[in-house]
T-cell receptor
Framework: KNEVEQSPQNLTAQEGEFITINCSYS?????LHWLQQHPGGGIVSLFMLSSGKKKHGRLIATINIQEKHSSLHITASHPRDSAVYIC???????????????FGKGTHLIIQP | DAMVIQNPRYQVTQFGKPVTLSCSQT?????MYWYQQKSSQAPKLLFH???????NEADTPDNFQSRRPNTSFCFLDIRSPGLGDAAMYLC???????????????FGPGTRLTVL
């Protein structure tokens, strides 16, 4: 069974700080997602990675397939970045069809002004 | 423009009273997923459709059923909701291309189900 572990579970930081959220998983995957969920809201996909590094604005995501580890970084953090950040891995479906996601428990991020 | 739409956004039902949640998509994606997310927990895959093929997760209770009458719509039916079924239900879609290809999932806003 594939386990997805995120750290930290909770993070409070001051506006402007550099934020790092980590994700590790236990078995081989085909891709990894970083997702954002605001309180009471749906989920927004931030990145999908299968190797290397991706950058969107102030967000950077990296993945090391050999080490089974990924990080999400936020530069110049802002209170509007406050949300739950979820790491999810693409688990090959045994039937050979579509790939479901296995989720981590999320990191609750609060950025204080 | 909304790509994955879920209705209603909030649903209240009574213990044991059947309820249906709706998801529609304008992306023409092959795959539609239903996830359950209980308070302070990670979302959990219930089942998915690959075109018309239904794929149930091994630990999804029989109380949960799904229908996909066409490419655009997928329904989640809870036959006899219990208090433990109160959760956010998330619908997602993907192109469902083979492994190791781009398989990004697009999520709807979710339906929050309350069971009284």
């Amino acid at each position: 069974k594939n386990e997805v572990e995120q750290s930290p579970q909770n993070l409070t930081a001051q506006e402007g700080e550099f934020i790092t959220i980590n994700c590790s998983y236990s078995v081989g995957i085909s891709a990894l997602h970083w997702l954002q969920q605001h309180p009471g809201g749906g989920i927004v996909s931030l990145f999908m990675l299968s190797s290397g590094k991706k950058k969107h604005g102030r967000l950077i995501a990296t993945i090391n397939i050999q080490e089974k580890h990924s990080s999400l970084h936020i530069t110049a953090s802002h209170p509007r970045d406050s949300a739950v950040y979820i790491c999810a891995v693409v688990v090959p479906y045994s039937g050979g069809g579509a790939d479901g996601l296995t989720f981590g428990k999320g990191t609750h991020l609060i950025i204080q002004p | 423009d909304a790509m994955v739409i879920q209705n209603p956004r909030y649903q209240v039902t009574q213990f044991g009273k059947p309820v249906t949640l709706s998801c529609s998509q304008t992306l023409n994606h092959n795959v539609m997923y239903w996830y359950q997310q209980k308070s302070s927990q990670a979302p959990k895959l219930l089942f998915h459709y690959y075109d018309k093929d239904f794929n149930n997760e091994a630990d999804t209770p029989d109380n949960f059923q799904s229908r996909r009458p066409n490419t655009s719509f997928c329904f989640l039916d809870i036959r006899s909701p219990g208090l433990g079924d109160a959760a956010m239900y998330l619908c997602a879609t993907s192109t469902g291309r083979p492994l190791y290809y781009n398989n990004e999932q697009f999520f709807g806003p979710g339906t929050r189900l309350t069971v009284l």
